[in-house]
């Protein structure tokens, strides 16, 4: 009896120890592979350089904020264009990924000062840069094999790896990312396993990651059957171990992809690799791994496909958001939205939170989207963006839940109560924060969402006066073709691109141009579409423009502001930034993400100066009665749009 429970005690030491080595610590697998230097000539070495580095940079920020783990850049300026690829494998954490690109972008430069191209080959990624395109290269004469060290017992083992890499080799050009990992027990080995990995370039066609690991397939079987080997080619890269190199729950679950697809087709791949006769032996293989995998009680991996695949909402019911806002009672209103009234609740739990009942009438087009659109809006977290927690349906009527914010709305800050109390530093983050939050909608979430209401009372903030952005992702629960005329949203005049509410033209620069009046209230502490009697009756981008164009920036920035707290240089780009986005052309304006890199570099934009600003005039009012019902664009030719003239 003792000894047992002293060989469980010492088994689940051995256990532990080895998930804290193998699960917890962080590794970039910098163990190095391959480098390879390419020879090609351009015509400037200094301006190659500039563009590689460049390159690299994007390549890096592409990784780190976007937590990809795959990214392609290029810059291509002086005709001495680079070209670069990065890619981590997929089981890595993105600081690993970081590191293992700072490891590699600083080794590659190994190869000679002349050299313009060149590859490097990591156990934990890849990196190579041209003077011309490649993304789309699967196979070159380079393609390579490292064999480990020989197997003792080899015929068990030999034959488990067969079916793990053609299950791979199968598998992982359909699946979506081109990446996959797997892990399969060796019979008889006293409970050793293969752990295998195979990734293509996310750039190739299905067929072009397909010939690239038929390649590697055939590379492998000159090393087996030996304990582990690498393979790689231009546009892929395969592994197997019999030692983890990744965690268990990190395996991805290929068996749908072994199943799909024409039957001709996987026989040739199998019959290239091993040839007919064991294809019997390999059928029963897989039938085996079938029956093992369903057996087995690992998780399937649903989140493989499944970084796009959607986690629902939380479905609150009604009767506890009526519990919560006291039967929606006046006092806990908090306010009165485009898309409908707001109240303050607190649920059972003690949670607080706001609900929003949706007054955006009834539409067959509503009924049908409204779970898939709060499906999408309850994936989409980023600091500077209200978190949607759910919803609820009672009849006709939709309720949305969002986390509460307790310190009201920028516009309260700028125009209400609390006017004048924001300082250069909070306005500076406020502007930042939301262009963040909107670049995040427009180029990082795997659907583009555009806003079409961005307006002060829509920027909340948080316990530290962190922006949020609210209300997204609602608008495209309105009929398509009339968001633009519904009166409620476009109450918002003074916000709207003139191309939008004019033509209905819809496009991210809608809300560049909404954020871009937001800015210059944030500056200025002038409402838009707001006469101001003292400032000789002048409109918000008017007296922008006019200022800066006489140099007179100074003069535009709110009087409650202290001059200590803020430059006039800075002062200046904030408000060029703010009219580049009011431009008339929407691709004169710029996109967020190039206005998040402007307000965070120093000194002035290059190259990109503001022209006159445009706006429509505050008396239009978009004609909802003559709309026809299926909104083809009725004619708005009363609508007057301004360009500004200084007087
Ligand atoms: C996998 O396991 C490790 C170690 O326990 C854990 O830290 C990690 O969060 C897990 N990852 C996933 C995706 O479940
Ligand atoms: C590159 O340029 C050098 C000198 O300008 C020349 O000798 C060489 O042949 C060129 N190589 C190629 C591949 O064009
Ligand atoms: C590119 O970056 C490297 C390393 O960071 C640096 O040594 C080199 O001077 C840079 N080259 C150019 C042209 O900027
Ligand atoms: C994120 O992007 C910014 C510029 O947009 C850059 O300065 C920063 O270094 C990037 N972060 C990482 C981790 O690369
Ligand atoms: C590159 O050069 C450095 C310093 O000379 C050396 O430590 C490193 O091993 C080299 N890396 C490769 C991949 O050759
Ligand atoms: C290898 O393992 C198999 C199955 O366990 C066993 O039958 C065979 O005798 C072993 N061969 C050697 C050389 O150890
Ligand atoms: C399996 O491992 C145990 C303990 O590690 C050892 O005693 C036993 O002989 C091994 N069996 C085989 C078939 O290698």
Same mark, same amino acid.
């Given at each position: 009896? @003792?000894?047992?429970?002293?060989?469980?005690?010492?088994?689940?030491?051995?256990?532990?120890?080895?998930?804290?080595?193998?699960?917890?610590?962080?590794?970039? @697998?910098?163990?190095?592979?391959?480098?390879?230097?390419?020879?090609?000539?351009?015509?400037?070495?200094?301006?190659?350089?500039?563009?590689?580095?460049?390159?690299?940079?994007?390549?890096?920020s592409?990784?780190?904020?976007? #937590?990809?783990?795959?990214?392609?850049?290029?810059a291509?300026?002086?005709?001495?264009?680079?070209?670069?690829?990065?890619?981590?494998?997929?089981?890595?954490?993105?600081?690993?990924?970081?590191?293992?690109?700072?490891?590699?972008?600083?080794?590659?430069?190994?190869?000679?000062?002349?050299?313009? +191209?060149?590859?490097?080959?990591?156990?934990g990624?890849?990196?190579?840069?041209?003077?011309?395109?490649f993304?789309?290269?699967?196979?070159?004469?380079?393609?390579?094999?490292?064999?480990?060290?020989?197997?003792?017992?080899?015929?068990?083992?030999?034959?488990?790896?067969?079916?793990?890499?053609?299950?791979?080799?199968?598998?992982?050009?359909?699946?979506?990312?081109?990446?996959?990992?797997?892990?399969?027990?060796?019979p008889?080995?006293?409970g050793?396993?293969?752990?295998?990995?195979?990734?293509?370039?996310?750039?190739?066609?299905?067929?072009?990651? *397909?010939?690239?690991?038929?390649?590697?397939?055939?590379?492998?079987?000159?090393?087996?059957?030996?304990?582990?080997?690498?393979?790689?080619d231009?546009?892929?890269?395969?592994?197997?171990?019999?030692?983890?190199?990744?965690?268990?729950?990190?395996?991805?679950?290929?068996k749908?992809?072994?199943?799909?697809?024409?039957?001709?087709?996987?026989?040739?791949?199998?019959?290239?690799?091993?040839?007919?006769?064991?294809?019997?032996?390999?059928?029963?293989?897989?039938?085996?791994?079938?029956?093992?995998?369903?057996?087995?009680?690992?998780?399937?991996?649903?989140?493989?496909?499944?970084?796009?695949?959607?986690?629902?909402?939380?479905?609150?019911?009604?009767?506890?958001?009526?519990?919560?806002?006291?039967?929606?009672?006046?006092?806990?209103?908090?306010?009165?939205?485009?898309? +409908?009234?707001?109240?303050?609740?607190?649920?059972?739990n003690?949670?607080?939170?706001?609900?929003?009942?949706?007054?955006?009438? @009834? #539409?067959?087009?509503?009924?049908?989207?409204?779970?898939?659109?709060?499906?999408?809006?309850?994936?989409?977290?980023?600091?500077?963006?209200?978190?949607?927690?759910?919803?609820?349906?009672?009849?006709?009527?939709?309720?949305?839940?969002?986390?509460?914010?307790?310190?009201?709305?920028?516009? *309260?800050?700028?125009?209400?109560?609390?006017?004048?109390?924001?300082?250069?530093?909070?306005?500076?983050?406020?502007?930042? +924060?939301?262009?963040? +939050?909107?670049?995040?909608?427009?180029?990082?979430?795997? !659907?583009?969402?555009?806003?079409?209401?961005?307006?002060?009372?829509?920027?909340?903030?948080?316990?530290?006066?962190?922006?949020?952005?609210?209300?997204?992702?609602?608008?495209?629960?309105?009929?398509?073709?009339?968001?633009?005329?519904?009166?409620?949203?476009?109450?918002?005049?003074?916000?709207?691109?003139?191309?939008?509410?004019?033509?209905?033209?819809?496009?991210?620069?809608?809300?560049t141009?909404?954020?871009?009046?937001?800015?210059?209230?944030?500056?200025?502490?002038?409402?838009?579409?707001?006469?101001?009697?003292?400032?000789?009756?002048?409109?918000?981008?008017?007296?922008?423009?006019?200022?800066?164009?006489?140099?007179?920036?100074?003069?535009?920035?709110?009087k409650?502001?202290?001059?200590?707290?803020?430059?006039?240089?800075?002062?200046?780009?904030?408000i060029?930034?703010?009219?580049l986005?009011?431009?008339?052309?929407?691709?004169?304006?710029?996109?967020?993400?190039e206005?998040?890199?402007?307000l965070?570099?120093?000194?002035?934009?290059?190259?990109?100066?503001?022209?006159?600003? !445009?706006?429509?005039?505050?008396?239009?009012?978009?004609?909802?009665?003559?709309?026809?019902?299926?909104?083809?664009?009725?004619?708005?030719?009363?609508?007057?749009?301004?360009s500004?003239?200084?007087r």
């Amino acid at each position: 009896m @003792q000894q047992k429970s002293f060989i469980f005690l010492l088994l689940s030491f051995i256990i532990w120890s080895w998930w804290t080595l193998h699960c917890v610590v962080s590794d970039p @697998q910098t163990n190095f592979v391959k480098i390879g230097c390419s020879q090609y000539n351009v015509t400037d070495v200094t301006i190659f350089h500039r563009n590689l580095n460049a390159t690299f940079r994007d390549l890096k920020s592409q990784v780190g904020n976007q #937590s990809k783990h795959f990214a392609t850049a290029q810059a291509v300026s002086g005709n001495n264009p680079a070209y670069g690829i990065f890619q981590c494998r997929n089981y890595l954490s993105i600081s690993d990924c970081l590191k293992c690109f700072d490891f590699a972008a600083d080794h590659i430069r190994n190869c000679s000062v002349g050299v313009t +191209g060149a590859r490097i080959i990591y156990e934990g990624c890849f990196l190579r840069y041209e003077s011309s395109g490649f993304f789309d290269q699967n196979t070159d004469a380079g393609n390579n094999i490292v064999c480990g060290d020989k197997a003792k017992n080899s015929t068990e083992l030999a034959s488990t790896v067969e079916q793990v890499i053609t299950n791979l080799g199968t598998a992982t050009p359909r699946i979506p990312g081109y990446y996959a990992a797997t892990k399969a027990p060796v019979p008889n080995s006293n409970g050793s396993s293969i752990y295998a990995f195979a990734q293509c370039l996310e750039t190739l066609t299905q067929s072009g990651c *397909q010939d690239c690991l038929n390649t590697g397939l055939k590379n492998f079987q000159i090393c087996l059957p030996n304990t582990n080997a690498k393979t790689y080619d231009a546009g892929c890269f395969m592994r197997y171990s019999t030692t983890a190199f990744f965690a268990d729950n990190q395996t991805t679950n290929i068996k749908h992809f072994l199943k799909q697809g024409g039957s001709s087709k996987k026989k040739a791949i199998i019959g290239g690799v091993v040839g007919g006769a064991s294809l019997i032996l390999i059928l029963l293989a897989l039938f085996a791994l079938y029956i093992w995998s369903t057996a087995s009680k690992r998780n399937p991996r649903g989140d493989i496909l499944g970084a796009t695949e959607l986690k629902g909402p939380v479905n609150y019911r009604y009767k506890d958001l009526k519990a919560a806002t006291k039967n929606f009672s006046k006092e806990n209103k908090l306010g009165e939205g485009g898309f +409908g009234d707001v109240y303050k609740g607190t649920l059972k739990n003690g949670k607080v939170v706001a609900v929003k009942k949706l007054a955006l009438g @009834q #539409s067959k087009q509503m009924e049908k989207d409204f779970e898939s659109e709060v499906k999408l809006i309850s994936n989409v977290h980023h600091r500077n963006l209200v978190r949607l927690l759910g919803c609820c349906s009672k009849g006709q009527e939709r309720f949305l839940v969002y986390e509460y914010m307790k310190n009201n709305n920028v516009g *309260q800050f700028l125009f209400g109560e609390n006017k004048g109390s924001l300082s250069w530093k909070q306005r500076y983050s406020l502007i930042l +924060g939301t262009a963040r +939050g909107l670049a995040y909608l427009h180029e990082e979430f795997h !659907v583009c969402i555009i806003h079409r209401d961005i307006k002060t009372s829509n920027i909340l903030l948080d316990d530290d006066f962190q922006p949020k952005i609210a209300d997204f992702g609602l608008a495209r629960l309105l009929p398509k073709d009339q968001s633009h005329l519904n009166t409620k949203f476009a109450g918002t005049m003074g916000y709207t691109a003139p191309e939008y509410a004019m033509h209905g033209q819809l496009s991210e620069k809608v809300d560049t141009y909404s954020y871009g009046v937001v800015l210059l209230e944030i500056i200025s502490g002038q409402k838009s579409g707001e006469l101001k009697i003292d400032e000789a009756s002048e409109l918000l981008l008017q007296r922008a423009w006019k200022l800066y164009d006489r140099g007179m920036h100074i003069e535009f920035v709110d009087k409650t502001l202290d001059p200590n707290e803020y430059d006039a240089e800075e002062v200046k780009k904030i408000i060029e930034i703010g009219l580049l986005c009011t431009q008339a052309s929407p691709a004169a304006r710029p996109t967020m993400s190039e206005i998040v890199v402007m307000l965070k570099s120093k000194g002035l934009l290059e190259n990109k100066k503001p022209t006159m600003p !445009v706006y429509v005039d505050p008396n239009f009012r978009p004609r909802t009665n003559g709309s026809t019902p299926n909104g083809t664009s009725s004619s708005h030719a009363t609508v007057s749009i301004s360009s500004i003239s200084g007087r």
